[in-house]
């Protein structure tokens, strides 16, 4: 196998395109949203691109048959007048530095095959704590494309995310903008600890209003009563570790 190869499975024809990017990464905002889109819209897989920059080993399906971890574009056909989606999803993510800049280089290659000239990378901004209310942060390739985020309660912020944005969501905006693809990163708020359903649905809240498309959110609202059930729980230990004297934590082996 080369490096990188791409299989062409449908070549829908799609209106003024935009690509979504969820690849895995903090809380898995980025791709929750992603797959959400998938799952929820009527979707159709196009491309599926395999590298050797993946870890080493097959997805099995529930009928047993296994097939070589990839990535994979979706094409979802909106309703009304705004722009189709190409949504690009995966398990994983690049193992090393010069594999994130050639893997990002192919996407964007199948994403302008297919007529794509925006972006919009999706992830999340760890905070180190539980969240009661989500804000969505963001980055753009120009400042004129901040308005509309703005407009949609998009947070810009002076140095944040710290350290800057990593990964293949931070090189759609790099090598995007080096293309003349305008580019944005939207990030949700996160603990950072576990998985984020609330992050992912506030960060497509954000997407419908500014593409302008309307997706479910029921399978993200179960997932976080899910994970509310989880933290609940893991908050009750900690209180219960608080008040036990240090005297019974001591251990004499």
Known sequence: MDEIEITSLAEP???????????PGVGHVGKLAAEQLVEELDSELVRQVYADEFPPQVTVDDEGVADLTCAEFHAIETEG?????LVLTGDHQAATNDG?????????????????ET????GG?????????????GAVSDGDLKPPLEDAGVEFRS????GGIVGVSGLILGLGDRRGMDAA??????????????SAQAVLEVLQEVIGFEVDFSTLEDRAEEMEEVVGKIQEMQSQQQAIPDEELRYIG
């Open 13 to 23: 024809e799609l209106r003024d395109p935009v690509l979504i990017e969820g690849l």
């Open 119 to 122: 972006a919009y990378a999706l």
């Open 81 to 85: 007048e705004g722009s189709d989606l």
């Open 159 to 162: 140095d944040e995310p710290a």
């Open 125 to 137: 901004v760890p905070t180190g704590e539980l969240i009661e209310e989500y804000t969505v942060l």
């Open 185 to 198: 990163c939207l990030m949700g708020e996160t603990s950072g600890y576990l998985v984020d359903p609330k």
């Open 100 to 116: 994130h800049y050639k893997l990002t280089a192919a996407f964007l290659d199948a994403a302008e095959s297919l007529g794509v």
